[in-house]
């Protein structure tokens, strides 16, 4: 199996995890799900007992401190620090820039929660040897519920064992286009995370989005090193076009692959999603943090609260947070909508 070097991809706004999380500190610095962060359980997933080389953190400016305290054991890593927020795609080519050519990346987002790490390490294994064969792998999330805030991947021909093309990237679909998706049975979330050796992944992008590859290469080439971070020339990076990976490499490319997993795997985008990764009662009822909590005949509630006492009684699919001075109070139903809410915003 070839050295596969984690590219840790970790920023985001914390929106709609709000008042939790926040533009300041959003969730991948926060000890969501368990006593780590979803940042230091994305590190600690790739190992190097398990043939992972010291990781890349790719992260914005406001980022760096939080990155920095919390990489712990994983010093030797590098991190990149983006000037500007450009999306994925050229986030992940600031990392392969500063890479050897044969190297596999393993492209992680920094805020997910995998409740199994096992699966996660078979399939990061069984993606690098398909990396290192010239392939581009997602992987195929498997779907146990006909979910339309996800992409989709479609298993197509059989590559090996466990390995298929990528017959198509699906957008997120309708309900009744999901529920379609479930019963086929060939269908996998996309949830990005990917596996590509740096030179397929580069002649892609610069044959896909040429005016991304010359701008970030560019941008690396008049950057400087401070220790252990690295720092794109600001000027140049910040004229890279934006877009996704998906958009600009994987949708386009003939050697898209995936490899399906199971492994317990939520991408902790609302409270809603962070409910269920989280243990709960036998009414579904879950509690978070310091503050004493009280319920009464309720039914899938979360409180999650550092301040005063919790009382809930007698409701059904809500969803309680209390942070200092800021309270929010919404139904499951609702969850997609707190990143409207002007404390939000206004952050």
């Not at 140049?236 to 076009?241: D, K, N, Q, R």
Request: net charge negative.
């Amino acid at each position: 199996m070839p050295t596969i070097v984690p590219v840790i991809l970790c920023g985001g706004s914390g929106t709609r995890l709000w008042p939790r999380s926040r533009v300041a500190k959003p969730k991948p610095f926060l000890p969501l799900v368990g006593d780590n962060t979803l940042f230091e359980a994305a590190l600690a997933r790739c190992p190097a007992s398990g043939g992972f080389a010291a990781p890349f953190v790719v992260t914005g400016r406001q980022h760096v401190d939080h990155v920095e305290a919390q990489l712990g054991e994983a010093s030797e890593g590098q991190v990149i620090v983006e000037p500007s927020a450009r999306n994925t795609a050229a986030a992940i080519a600031l990392a392969a820039n500063r890479l050897p050519e044969d190297a596999v990346m393993l492209v992680c987002p920094s805020d997910h929660h995998i409740g199994n790490a096992e699966a996660f390490t078979e399939a990061a294994c069984a993606a690098a040897d398909l990396a290192a064969e010239g392939w581009l792998v997602s992987f195929g999330i498997e779907a146990t519920a006909p979910e339309t805030g996800f992409g989709y991947l479609k298993r197509g021909d059989a590559i090996s064992q466990g390995a298929y093309r990528t017959a198509q990237f699906v957008e997120k679909p309708d309900l009744e286009r999901a529920k379609a998706f479930l019963a086929e049975g060939i269908y996998a979330w996309n949830g990005g995370i990917f596996a590509f050796r740096v030179k397929e992944f580069l002649e892609e992008l610069a044959t896909h989005r040429p005016q991304i590859a010359a701008g970030v290469a560019a941008a690396v080439a008049k950057g400087t090193e401070d220790g252990r971070r690295f720092h794109p020339d600001a000027d140049i990076f910040a004229a890279v076009p934006s877009d996704s990976v998906d958009y600009a490499v994987m949708e386009n490319t003939a050697r898209a692959a995936m490899v399906p997993v199971d492994m317990s795997w939520s991408d902790i985008g609302n409270w809603h999603a962070l409910h269920e990764a989280l243990d709960r009662d036998a009414d579904g009822n879950s509690i978070r943090g310091s503050a004493s909590v009280d319920m009464v005949d309720c039914r899938n509630v979360l409180v999650d609260s550092d301040g005063p006492r919790v009382s809930v009684i007698g409701l059904e699919d809500v969803i309680v947070v209390v942070d200092g001075d800021d309270i929010m109070i919404t139904t499951i139903a609702g969850v997609q909508k707190v990143g409207k809410l002007s404390g939000a915003v206004n952050q």
